[in-house]
């Protein structure tokens, strides 16, 4: 088969390519009589923010219709591509699962506590842990400390096979410090005995020993499969990868900023340590040279350069996307034909220029620079600078826009809540809300069921406390099914504070916590008091009012409960 990369400096541009690959491919399925429209497509991206643009892009142009493409993840893709190189069945759920296996390590590092390669390990889980009980209940530095494990051996089978398969042949002759790691790695396997491993798979195809069709001297029926803007892979994803291209068609789409050869710039950390070995007039040479090379491309490059530097090693055919075009897009030559600070920059690093041939630039709206004070004050300014843009340009659309910051969790939030505002501005004129998608969340923050079962199992974990009460009540599955809306939160949160409740269920739950066993400040506490308020009206007397436990469940005369 064969290996075709397509390189541009543009997204805009690769995803066309795609589009127009994905156009030929099923036009010669056609002519070949095999066209099936409900055969999915598969297009591997590195986020889901990848996957919602290029999902809206392909759809967006002329007489397209973009239906049955699925978007994977790298480590899904080539396990799937691995099974057919292999001829083999595709891997379903379970097998080497590591949240599976997490709660299989907390029973090993149990049962292995007095073990000396162990011994760490222990002191370590010992420290939180109730008791040495072997049936105690399951403490949350064993259930985090478990869960990193498993991450950590799923990783090693998957990125570091060689190593992976060496600690499991002979886990006794690992590393003294990495021993119980080893240990734990070769039980999982044994475990597992019925399917093949991870780097067992990797080490059957990189050596040949899979049935795949070319070894049968057959064609490969697999269909053609497409890499969309994958900036860096590891070693081991490398080497499948080329294994696999021996049999299937790949398609790599990638965004390369410059299109000189670069490799020789030294990133930041690069630089250093080759100063540290050098001395004497080479080291002024090599001080020199590192002044001069371009900055963005040291500092941004790596990626893109690493993942160069392998495929040149490979058999590939070049496509050139949109060679010689600025694109379109903002930052081209404007409308008197001078050329925009953005393009300069951008023709800078695509000749891969030293810092002095830049120059100076001048100032205009292609690249701009705002200072705020604080995360809020940056989101509004950004609000603002969009309504403007869409405003000048009736061409632009909202999905064309992309914000990208280094700080999701903070970030996300605010441009939810700052981008939802509309109503008018200076002049009377209408501003109005700004659509927004947010990706790359996690399952907590795009799932409301999970972040409420989440929520609830961190309470069994920590003290009960009257703000984790009102915390869990304003999370959208319980505001929807007991009718909470925003006022109602905030009479809550005061109602929680006057009642006086602070923390513990109860006397005895306070005690549990090693504290007095003291009802005072209690949940039940401060419950018990609201519900005396309930009862009790301002028009009522203290002695009309009967307690719950007092009231006569039968003919209440005037002076009953109420």
Request: with cysteine.
């Amino acid at each position: 088969m064969s290996l075709h990369l397509h390189r541009a400096r543009f997204a805009e541009h690769l995803a066309d390519a795609l589009a127009r690959q994905l156009d030929a491919g099923y036009a010669a399925a056609v002519v070949a009589g095999v066209a099936d429209p409900f055969d999915a497509v598969e297009i591997v991206v590195g986020s889901r923010g990848m996957e919602r643009w290029l999902r809206h892009w392909l759809a967006s142009g002329p007489a397209r219709i973009a239906a049955q493409l699925t978007f994977p993840f790298p480590r899904a893709a080539l396990n799937d591509a691995v099974d057919a190189a292999l001829g083999r069945p595709a891997r379903q759920g379970g097998g080497f699962d590591p949240q599976a296996f997490t709660p299989r390590i907390i029973s090993h590092l149990r049962s292995l506590a007095d073990d000396g390669d162990f011994a760490a390990v222990s002191a370590f889980i010992a420290e939180d842990a109730a008791s040495s009980d072997p049936l105690r209940p399951v403490a949350a530095r064993e259930l985090s400390f478990a869960g990193e494990v498993a991450d950590v051996l799923d990783r090693l089978l998957h990125d570091r096979p060689h190593d992976a398969l060496a600690w499991i042949a002979a886990p006794d002759q690992a590393p003294a410090a990495h021993r119980w790691l080893a240990r734990l790695l070769a039980l999982w396997v044994s475990e597992q005995s019925d399917v093949a491993s991870p780097a067992a798979l990797h080490d059957a195809l990189i050596c040949g020993a899979g049935q795949a069709p070319s070894a049968r001297g057959e064609p490969s029926s697999a269909k053609a499969l497409h890499f969309f803007g994958l900036s860096a892979l590891g070693l081991a994803e490398m080497e499948r990868l080329a294994a696999v291209a021996r049999d299937r068609t790949l398609h790599f789409y990638l965004l390369t900023p410059s299109g000189a050869w670069w490799e020789d710039i030294r990133t930041p950390s690069e630089a250093r340590w080759a100063l540290r070995g050098a001395s004497g007039a080479g080291a002024v040479a090599l001080t020199a040279a590192l002044a001069e090379q371009n900055p963005l491309l040291a500092s941004l490059g790596r990626p893109s350069r690493d993942m160069q530097s392998w495929l040149e090693a490979l058999a590939y055919e070049e496509h050139r996307c949109g060679d010689g075009d600025d694109g379109g897009v903002a930052g081209s030559d404007d409308e008197t034909g001078a050329q925009t600070t953005l393009v300069a920059v951008q023709r800078w690093i695509d000749a891969a220029g030293e810092r002095d041939m830049l120059g100076p630039l001048r100032l205009d709206d292609s690249l701009e620079l705002h200072a705020a004070h604080g995360a809020l004050r940056q989101v509004e300014a950004l609000r603002d600078r969009l309504l403007g843009l869409l405003e000048a340009d009736p061409t632009l659309s909202p999905r064309e826009i992309l914000v990208m910051t280094p700080d999701i969790g903070t970030y996300a939030p605010l441009c939810a809540a700052i981008f939802a505002r509309s109503g008018r501005g200076e002049g009377g004129r209408v501003l109005p809300s700004l659509p927004a998608h947010i990706a790359d969340l996690g399952l907590k923050s795009t799932n409301g069921l999970a972040a409420l079962l989440l929520a609830v199992l961190a309470l069994c974990e920590e003290r009960l406390t009257a703000a984790a009460i009102c915390d869990l009540a304003a999370l959208e599955p319980v505001r929807l099914r007991f009718g909470i809306d925003t006022d109602d939160l905030a009479q809550m949160t005061l109602l929680a504070q006057e009642s006086g409740m602070r923390w513990g269920f109860d006397a005895d739950d306070r005690a549990a916590a090693g504290q007095p066993q003291t009802f005072e400040h209690t949940l039940r506490f401060g419950l018990e008091r609201l519900a005396l308020g309930a009862l009790w009206s301002d028009d009522d007397d203290p002695l009309d009012v009967v307690m719950l436990d007092d009231a006569p469940l039968e003919g209440a005369g005037p002076s009953g409960a109420r």
